[in-house]
């Protein structure tokens, strides 16, 4: 970096911004094989969140190649930059104040554990979206897997590039066995213990529930509502 680049202190601090708010402002990083339900579920607590006056946003894998990304492809090296423009990014929402959602397969330990370094203690939340490769090969939402193994993707992850597990994450989801339901539940109930929500009412709701539209997402993430993913 170059020492003519210096950081400009925010008049408006990220404690200002979640002052404003009913919660604090962290991110859920979501993880997981290609088909283990990572943007599905991640967009389903969005919309929960949404019903708690919750201010969010989802980076989607699919979503970010078309532009902030769109210069990347899937070879390790490339895997590694996404990521790390992925995780410049959260932390950006982050310092705004809202409760970030990054959906990746971001395969590699390495990635996850640099992401996680640069958001303070605490601020960083890794849930693997927990689903065999059987499982999601069956599901194959996007008929990938089966290119995969015809040679016609290269590099896919689980086929022909290995996807490394988290050894300690925050939240594991059985998301190849659970209803949708109940992998939502789990994910706000982590939220709720971990003091991240302020102004809730006891009853679960936010302070301007009665003015949202009703939830929008249904299903299970076994099948009967496919878990779309990036």
């Not at 971001?106 to 693997?128: K, L, T, Y």
């Amino acid at each position: 970096m170059s020492p003519n680049i210096v950081w400009h202190s925010a008049t408006i601090t990220r404690s200002h911004r979640e002052q404003l708010n009913v919660h604090r402002s962290v991110v859920l990083w979501f993880t997981g094989f290609s088909g283990s339900g990572k943007s599905t579920l991640a967009h389903a607590v969005e919309d929960r969140l949404y019903q708690l006056d919750c201010r969010t946003f989802v980076l989607d894998g699919d979503n970010v190649r078309q532009g902030l990304c769109s210069d990347l492809g899937f070879s390790a090296q490339d895997r590694s930059e996404n990521i790390r423009r992925i995780s410049e990014a959260a932390k950006l929402l982050v310092e705004s104040g809202v409760i970030a959602m990054t959906a990746f397969i971001s395969p590699f330990r390495a990635d996850r554990q640099r992401a996680r370094s640069i958001f303070p203690h605490g601020d960083f939340i890794e849930i693997f979206c927990d689903a065999s490769l059987d499982v999601c090969e069956q599901r194959d939402v996007k008929g990938l897997y089966k290119r995969a193994r015809a040679g016609e993707v290269k590099e896919f992850t689980g086929i022909s590039s290995p996807y490394e597990a988290p050894t300690n994450p925050e939240l594991v989801i059985r998301t190849g066995e659970l209803p949708l339901e109940e992998c939502i539940g789990q994910v706000i109930g982590y939220l709720k213990q971990r003091s991240i929500f302020s102004g809730i009412s006891s009853d679960g709701h936010g302070r301007g529930l009665q003015n949202r539209p009703g939830a929008r997402l249904h299903g299970s993430a076994d099948g009967d509502n496919p878990m779309r993913d990036s």
